[in-house]
Every structure is written in structure tokens, then in C-alpha cells.
């Protein structure tokens, strides 16, 4: 039985140079979505499965204490791939 893999990408705009990362099993339909899909229905999905826009890396962290160490990060969802800090 083959399982699914997990491909890692890091994408890069030509036009600003903002820089997209993610993890996909489906690297040939995510790069679809990347290139054809509007940036309203980009930010409908965040919304629909992170409303306040958390940042779900602290969620990955090793330890509660690791993660409290690390500043609070929210993406500001201005569409200039930018993210605000707290610390």
C-alpha cells in the first residue's frame, strides 16, 4: 500500500517578492490554486478554517514554553503579505 506524501514549496512573486510557503499532498493542484484561484477565495478559506488568523505555527512548537517564548504573530489579511507582531 502506497500512502500519501507531504511535498514542502516555497513560491516567490515576481512582482513584490513576497514569499508563500506550505505543505501539500497534491503539489500539482496546489500550484493551481496558487495561480488561478482570486485572492478572495484565498482569504474566504483562511477565514472559513482560522477566523482570527492565528498563527498556527505556535501550535507546531515543541514546548508550551518554546512557544511562549516567541512573539505573537497575526497575518493582517491586507493582502500585502505582510504579518503583525506583539510581542
Do not use: F
Not at 502506497?2 to 511535498?7: D, Q, W
Not at 484565498?42 to 501550535?59: G, H, M, Q, T
Amino acid at each position: 500500500m502506497e500512502g500519501k506524501h507531504a511535498s514542502t514549496y516555497i513560491l516567490a512573486s515576481k512582482q513584490n517578492g513576497t514569499l508563500y510557503t506550505g505543505v501539500t499532498s497534491n503539489l500539482e493542484h496546489r500550484m493551481y490554486e496558487h495561480k488561478n484561484r482570486s485572492r478572495a477565495w484565498k482569504i474566504a478559506l483562511i477565514e472559513k478554517n482560522n477566523p482570527d488568523w492565528k498563527d498556527l505555527s505556535l501550535d507546531c512548537m515543541d514546548s508550551a514554553t518554546t512557544a511562549a517564548t516567541r512573539p505573537s504573530r497575526r497575518m493582517t489579511g491586507a493582502g500585502d503579505g505582510v504579518m503583525s507582531e506583539s510581542i
